[in-house]
């Protein structure tokens, strides 16, 4: 049981390229997260997903796309990259409502 | 946006001592949640408090949460080297919604 895996652990990107974030969850879990945490800032709320086939916006999802195809995967997209993107991602998951959300080792992404 | 403000940003002391570290909002909330976060993981949950006046000990952590429902406090005794970490606070409608949002952190060290 590996419990919430996020791919890759680093990246670099260049100003204007597009990459994909992919975690993966082993617990069934309906619910996924996608966070941004910046110094000073906490943990923002980018897009979740209450189930296969379903997304929403969180508080700063300009800039992002996700999907959820699989229930075990959710995938954070950026398309045209940004330095104001520079940040540490992380992805959670959680069973329901009212369960414990499980996060992710986190992705640092730095954008130059 | 409710804001989550807490306090202090960083706390240094030695090993033994005792702290309190505050979440504070002007708003009042469902219930809040304390995650500690390790440098290069992703926040584990430590509790979760839902009404008001409740108190929850965690070994030597003991967190309360404001009458009101607008603050809470995590007090630390004989702190540890292994308590070093980033605490975080954070409020949602745990059971209804998944708007989570996140305090900035208080920063701990805990020095041997």
């Known amino acids: 049981n590996a419990g919430v895996t996020q791919t890759p652990k680093f990246r670099v990107l260049k100003t204007g390229q597009s990459m994909t974030l992919l975690c993966a969850q082993d617990?069934?879990?309906?619910?996924m997260y996608w966070y941004r945490q910046d110094p000073g800032m906490g943990l923002r709320l980018i897009h979740y997903s209450v189930g296969e086939g379903t997304t929403a916006k969180g508080e700063v999802p300009d800039g992002y796309n996700v999907s959820r195809l699989k229930k075990q995967n959710f995938l954070l997209g950026l398309e045209s990259a940004a330095p104001s993107q520079t940040s540490v991602y992380f992805c959670?998951?959680?069973?329901?409502?009212?369960?414990?959300?499980?996060f992710g080792p986190g992705t640092r992404l730095t954008v130059t | 946006t409710q804001l989550l403000e807490q306090s202090p940003q960083f706390l240094s002391i030695q090993e033994g001592e005792n702290l309190t570290v505050y979440c504070n909002s002007s708003s009042v909330f469902s219930s809040l949640q304390w995650y500690r976060q390790e440098p290069g993981e992703g926040p584990v949950l430590l509790v979760t408090v839902v009404t008001g006046g409740e108190v929850k000990k965690l070994k030597r952590l003991t967190f309360q949460f404001g009458d009101a429902r607008k603050d809470s406090s995590l007090h630390i005794t004989a702190a540890q080297p292994g308590d070093t970490g980033l605490y975080l606070c954070a409020h949602g409608h745990f059971y209804n919604n998944n708007d989570m949002r996140f305090g900035a952190g208080t920063r701990l060290t805990v020095k041997p």
């Open positions: 617990m069934n879990h309906e619910y």
């Open positions: 959670a998951s959680r069973l329901g409502r009212g369960h414990e959300q499980y």
